[in-house]
């Protein structure tokens, strides 16, 4: 189920468009599709390419707002506590620690616990020495430790679950569809001018409701509308490290600061964020510099020493799409509160509504707001039930999953119940050849190569690895990544020059993310890889795509 | 334990200069922390495919001088151009002298084929793998593209698109046995080599006879993935014979097996010319004194020093850690020569992973007899070749082999012209 051309040949109007792909676009999709709307979403890359897939994976508990934003944290943890339910294969239970060290001061500690409290967080201090014992990697000098129930969240696995349930319920997704404009009929907005950027054309489609759910991006999507919502661009920058250090989420706890959070996630775990006001113009080229390395190393020592001596694979750098609402030059005090703007009373444009601001946390919530909202202006009566049934993936249980495809070498069957969930059902009647491994580092095998590019709309290798973290490990791609364009091109239509193509783009993708950290043994393998590729194979870049890396 | 050289690294580099010693009746040992950047060999060696400014080199011989007028750093500028062409015939020579009946000359380059199936220039290659010597022109109408079934390391789709755009018609089929299903069964081992145990056994012969032939019917030529004939040297001609057809190899992803074979066969020439190859080991630590080395210490030899007149370091680029990046800094981890680098780390790196990445031309500093400098001064007898030096570019320019193999040649030439110095001063 790749991209169809349903859309164009698609002659009644949609009841909803919905311009974007992130966790917010998806959850809006699928909470659309339950309540029997007829919807479309569209996103010009692929999904969970924005903000969605650009933070810590933390399944906030809410703690971290709650002495400076209580509404967000109420919001927060009672999503958290959802999500640990219907994306219980997104999720891992780690809980987290909020952990004073010798500079820091003590007595925030308490103003924390009472304001957990009082949003009704359930935070607890513990002895210093019993928070080692329970995360030997904690810096042991801490003076104090607060448990909180944070967790973490695969996001990218999340938003495609939502496509997936969406797509279920009769909704259709467009990824590679670019919105270039909005079609506007005196005052109401009745559809979208779009750029299919697979098949290269320019068509036009019509709906009742237009969703602007694109993050950072909803400033220029209402431009095309004439209207001004300010956002205020944040950069953060986080780093990945090659393996695993805590087994929990690991917090200062102090006022938000640089680097401040150690996530730990599926091999890895990472460090930030940084944050620092960006212009609007600059969105779409987000680079980590050396000062922001320097800033998470020397701060992320500080949770777990043994940073220090943990290769970093990568770093990567996020826009939160904060709405403007003072002058505050970092952006850590805007409000992380959902916005949903109804364009029909604050502009008197019909037929369009948007909704941003949030967090990854608060996606569902932010779904259902702007749900609430469509059907009022449809006169849909259906409730809410995003809240209460499970996502595809968190239907069946691990050990039901596990005797399904039992029949699948162990180390495999793992990984992929690990992240698909019961989607790993798929790979039941998989031959030897489909069993062979594609990345030994994240064990991801043939078949779930071959159930990617078939069915989770996969256009690249980039997207593939969105879907099953092919070139996420230790070696970034080095060998598993011409596996990949080899099964490419046996299960996408794509010719072989495009999937040889998608290759190259695949690797300056990975280069982008090594680069601010390329010393030591991750120079070892970048050299390595470039030997392999451009020396061995003769591989580089098309002319075209030359001139893009240069713009 | 005293010998007349002690080569650090055992790569190629360190291999040719120490195989040239010992023909030259030298007691040689090599110190080799294992893996060379031989395991992903190409199966041919660059000598000299672009000027450090891009342009073409076609005759390396004869534009070797461009290079020489304008890129001082250079090593093969150290070397000037009279020592340059000697040494490109010197070591033409040594490999069939070793028994490595390898095609093409440092006159003219020829194109080897990748596993994409690019065409690209270089000076050497393997028997057996496949070649053209025009780079827009391959030597078939038709070829049939064999690959085994379910390997993900090579991927005859690549070629054939290549191919086709060059106006070569291909056909793409897959042999199978019934005992790579073993293997199969493990899903990390469809590797090559142990692919290759299997393919090569006696029992796959007939197998191979029967379907090639078909395969063969309405080609020119066969192209096979590099998985072939290393244990068993005589069966990729035999089948041949049988079919009536020629068989051509074309390198896989790593392992790369004919880099591991050339590796092996390099190693045994020198062991069996009386060298001491010291597998699994590595220089923790050497003692400097009157600017010369004295003693060299390993990690499996404890403090027993090795001792020798002279000390050749060949240990390689980042990948061999024969130099090593921190945050800010390169350094050379064994004696601390000076290193050539850029101060800021951010100007190390293009953006783009395919321009030229600054980082790759870092290395350590040498004299214009290659003596390692350390302080600015060099040490007498301590003598620095391979991927190791400073001042060139081994994938830009397609001269990293070249640089190896032309480096330990000239090395070793000159130990052995001391040597005869001291002996003919000494009588």
């Given at each position: 189920?790749k991209t169809?051309?349903?859309a164009s040949?698609?002659?009644e109007p949609?009841?909803v ?5 992130g966790?917010?676009g ?5 909470d ?6 007829k919807?479309?979403?569209l996103?010009?890359?692929?999904i969970?390419?924005?903000?969605t897939g650009r933070?810590h994976?933390l399944?906030h ?8 934003d209580?509404?967000?944290?109420e919001e927060?943890i009672?999503?958290?506590?959802i999500l640990k339910k ?6 891992e239970k780690?809980?987290g620690l909020?952990?004073t060290?010798?500079e820091d ?11 957990c409290q009082a949003?009704?967080?359930n935070?607890?201090a ?19 430790a607060v448990l909180?129930?944070?967790g973490?969240v695969d ?8 496509i997936l ?6 909704a ?5 569809h ?6 506007k009929?005196q005052?109401?907005i009745i559809?979208?001018?779009?750029y299919?950027?697979?098949?290269k054309?320019e ?6 409701i ?15 509308a004439d209207?001004?919502?300010k956002?205020f661009p944040?950069k953060g920058?986080l780093?990945?490290?090659?393996h ?13 600061a640089?680097a ?8 890895i775990?990472l460090i930030g964020t940084?944050?620092t006001?960006v212009p609007?113009e600059?969105?779409?080229q987000?680079?980590?510099?050396p000062?922001?390395?320097d ?13 220090v001596n943990t ?5 990567y ?9 003072d002058?505050d ?7 992380r509160?959902i916005?949903?703007?109804?364009h029909?009373i604050r ?18 919530l932010?779904?259902?707001?702007a749900?609430?909202?469509i059907?009022?202006k449809l ?6 039930t ?5 996502l ?5 249980t691990?050990?039901e999953?596990n005797?399904k495809?039992?029949s699948?070498p162990s ?5 992929a119940?690990y ?6 059902e ?8 489909e ?8 064990e991801?095998s043939a078949g779930?190569v071959?159930y990617?590019f078939k069915?989770l709309?996969?256009?690249n290798l980039?997207?593939?690895?969105r879907r ?5 490990g230790t070696c ?5 990544a ?10 996408s239509?794509?010719?072989?020059n495009?999937?040889?193509?998608s ?6 993708e990975?280069?982008?993310?090594i680069?601010?950290?390329?010393w030591?043994d ?6 390595f890889?470039s030997w392999?590729y451009?020396g061995?194979?003769g591989l580089n870049?098309s002319?075209?795509?030359l001139?893009n890396t240069?713009? | 334990m005293t010998?007349d ?5 055992g790569g190629l580099?360190?291999l040719i200069s ?10 040689c ?7 060379s ?7 041919s060696?660059?000598l000299?495919?672009?000027?450090p400014?891009g342009?073409?080199v076609?005759?390396?011989q004869?534009?070797i001088?461009k ?6 750093e250079?090593p ?5 151009e009279?020592e ?7 070591a033409?020579?040594?490999?069939k ?9 440092s006159?003219k380059?020829?194109?080897r084929?990748?596993?994409l199936?690019?065409?690209k220039?270089?000076w050497?290659?393997m028997?057996?793998f496949?070649?053209?010597h025009?780079?827009?022109?391959l030597?078939?109408k038709k ?5 085994i079934k379910?390997?993900?390391?090579f ?5 054939s698109?290549a191919f086709k ?8 089929q ?8 073993r293997?199969?069964?493990n ?11 299997i393919?090569?056994?006696e029992s ?5 006879i ?5 395969f063969?019917?309405n080609?020119d030529?066969?192209i096979?993935?590099d998985?072939w004939?290393?244990k068993n ?5 035999d089948?041949m014979?049988?079919?009536?057809k020629p068989i ?7 392992p790369s ?10 190693k045994d020439?020198f062991t069996?010319?009386?060298?001491t190859y010291m597998l699994?080991?590595s ?7 009157n ?7 390993t990690?499996?030899?404890g403090?027993?020093p090795?001792?020798?007149d002279?000390?050749i370091l060949?240990?390689g680029?980042f990948?061999?850690q ?11 981890p064994?004696?601390s ?8 780390r951010?100007d190390?790196?293009?953006r783009?992973?395919?321009?030229n ?10 004299d214009n007899?290659?003596r390692g400098?350390?302080n ?5 007898n301590?003598f620095v070749t391979?991927a190791i030096?400073?001042?060139f570019?081994?994938i830009k320019?397609?001269?990293?082999a ?5 480096t330990?040649?000239?090395v070793?030439?000159?130990i052995?012209?001391?040597e005869?110095t001291?002996e003919?001063?000494?009588?």
């Amino acid at each position: 189920m790749k991209t169809t051309t349903t859309a164009s040949t698609h002659t009644e109007p949609w009841d909803v468009i919905i311009i974007g792909g992130g966790a917010t676009g998806a959850g809006t999709a699928r909470d659309c599709a339950r309540r029997g709307l007829k919807t479309l979403m569209l996103e010009r890359h692929d999904i969970a390419t924005g903000a969605t897939g650009r933070n810590h994976g933390l399944l906030h508990s809410g703690s971290r707002y709650a002495v400076t934003d209580r509404e967000s944290a109420e919001e927060c943890i009672k999503e958290n506590m959802i999500l640990k339910k219907i994306a219980r294969h997104c999720v891992e239970k780690t809980d987290g620690l909020f952990l004073t060290l010798p500079e820091d001061d003590l007595s925030y500690q308490s103003k924390f616990i009472e304001s957990c409290q009082a949003a009704g967080i359930n935070v607890q201090a513990i002895d210093p020495k019993e928070a080692l014992l329970r995360e030997p990697s904690a810096n042991p000098t801490i003076i104090g430790a607060v448990l909180v129930p944070d967790g973490t969240v695969d996001p990218f696995r999340l938003t495609l679950s939502n496509i997936l349930d969406a797509k279920e319920h009769g909704a259709e997704i467009l990824t590679y569809h670019e919105v270039l404009g909005l079609i506007k009929e005196q005052n109401r907005i009745i559809g979208v001018k779009i750029y299919d950027h697979v098949n290269k054309e320019e068509k036009d489609i019509y709906g009742n409701i237009i969703v602007n759910a694109s993050g950072i991006w909803g400033q220029k999507i209402a431009e095309y509308a004439d209207l001004k919502i300010k956002m205020f661009p944040a950069k953060g920058s986080l780093l990945i490290f090659g393996h695993r250090v805590n087994q929990m989420v690991l917090n200062r706890c102090r006022k938000p600061a640089d680097a401040d959070i150690l996530v730990p996630g599926d091999t890895i775990c990472l460090i930030g964020t940084t944050s620092t006001h960006v212009p609007f113009e600059e969105v779409d080229q987000m680079y980590v510099n050396p000062e922001e390395v320097d800033i998470l190393l020397r701060e992320g020592e500080k949770l777990s020493p043994s940073l220090v001596n943990t290769r970093i694979l990568r770093g990567y750098a996020g826009v939160r799409p904060l709405v403007a609402s003072d002058d505050d030059p970092s952006g850590r005090n805007v409000s992380r509160g959902i916005v949903l703007l109804d364009h029909e009373i604050r502009d008197g444009l019909e037929g369009f509504i948007t909704i941003t601001g949030g967090k990854l946390m608060t996606y569902r919530l932010m779904a259902e707001w702007a749900t609430d909202l469509i059907c009022k202006k449809l006169n849909n009566t259906t409730r809410c039930t995003t809240a209460e049934v499970n996502l595809p993936g968190s239907r069946l249980t691990k050990e039901e999953v596990n005797k399904k495809i039992i029949s699948v070498p162990s180390s495999i069957r793992e990984s992929a119940i690990y992240r698909m969930g019961d989607k790993a059902e798929n790979l039941s009647c998989n031959t030897d050849i489909e069993n062979s491994l594609v990345c030994e580092c994240e064990e991801v095998s043939a078949g779930e190569v071959e159930y990617a590019f078939k069915e989770l709309h996969v256009n690249n290798l980039i997207d593939l690895r969105r879907r099953t973290r092919v070139g996420m490990g230790t070696c970034q791609g080095e060998l598993c990544a011409c596996r990949a364009a080899g099964l490419m091109n046996q299960y996408s239509n794509l010719p072989a020059n495009k999937c040889k193509e998608s290759l190259s783009v695949f690797l300056n993708e990975r280069w982008k993310g090594i680069r601010p950290i390329a010393w030591g043994d991750t120079l070892r393998e970048s050299e390595f890889t470039s030997w392999i590729y451009e020396g061995v194979c003769g591989l580089n870049l098309s002319e075209e795509q030359l001139k893009n890396t240069k713009k | 334990m005293t010998f007349d050289t002690v080569i650090i690294g055992g790569g190629l580099s360190g291999l040719i200069s120490g195989i040239r010693l010992l023909q030259n009746k030298k007691k040689c040992a090599i110190i080799s922390s294992g893996q060379s950047a031989l395991h992903f060999f190409s199966g041919s060696f660059d000598l000299l495919n672009f000027l450090p400014n891009g342009e073409k080199v076609a005759y390396p011989q004869k534009e070797i001088n461009k290079l020489i007028k304008n890129f001082p750093e250079h090593p093969y500028t150290k070397l000037g151009e009279n020592e340059f062409n000697k040494l490109t015939e010197q070591a033409e020579q040594l490999l069939k002298q070793v028994g490595l009946h390898v095609q093409g000359s440092s006159e003219k380059n020829h194109f080897r084929i990748t596993p994409l199936g690019e065409l690209k220039p270089t000076w050497l290659t393997m028997p057996q793998f496949a070649i053209t010597h025009n780079d827009s022109l391959l030597p078939w109408k038709k070829v049939c593209l064999i690959n085994i079934k379910g390997f993900l390391d090579f991927h005859p789709e690549f070629v054939s698109e290549a191919f086709k755009a060059k106006g070569v018609k291909t056909e793409i089929q897959f042999f199978d046995l019934p005992e790579l299903d073993r293997i199969r069964k493990n899903p990390s081992e469809f590797r090559s080599t142990n692919l290759s145990i299997i393919l090569d056994k006696e029992s796959s012969r007939e197998k191979m006879i029967e379907d090639f032939s078909v395969f063969s019917k309405n080609s020119d030529a066969l192209i096979l993935p590099d998985c072939w004939g290393h244990k068993n040297s005589s069966l990729l001609s035999d089948v041949m014979k049988e079919i009536g057809k020629p068989i051509f190899l074309l390198p896989t992803f790593p392992p790369s097996l004919i880099g591991v074979y050339t590796q092996q066969f390099l190693k045994d020439c020198f062991t069996k010319l009386g060298g001491t190859y010291m597998l699994g080991d590595s220089v923790t630590e050497a003692n400097i004194k009157n600017n010369r080395v004295t003693e060299v210490f390993t990690k499996n030899h404890g403090n027993i020093p090795f001792k020798a007149d002279n000390v050749i370091l060949s240990s390689g680029s980042f990948f061999s850690q024969g130099i090593i990046a921190d945050m800010n800094k390169v350094y050379e981890p064994v004696f601390s020569l000076d290193t050539d680098f850029l101060e800021k780390r951010s100007d190390w790196y293009n953006r783009n992973l395919f321009e030229n990445q600054k980082y790759q031309q870092f290395g350590v500093k040498t004299d214009n007899n290659f003596r390692g400098l350390k302080n600015g001064k060099p040490i007498d007898n301590l003598f620095v070749t391979g991927a190791i030096l400073n001042g060139f570019n081994p994938i830009k320019e397609g001269c990293g082999a070249g640089v190896s193999i032309l480096t330990a040649l000239y090395v070793a030439n000159q130990i052995l012209i001391k040597e005869q110095t001291y002996e003919s001063a000494g009588q």
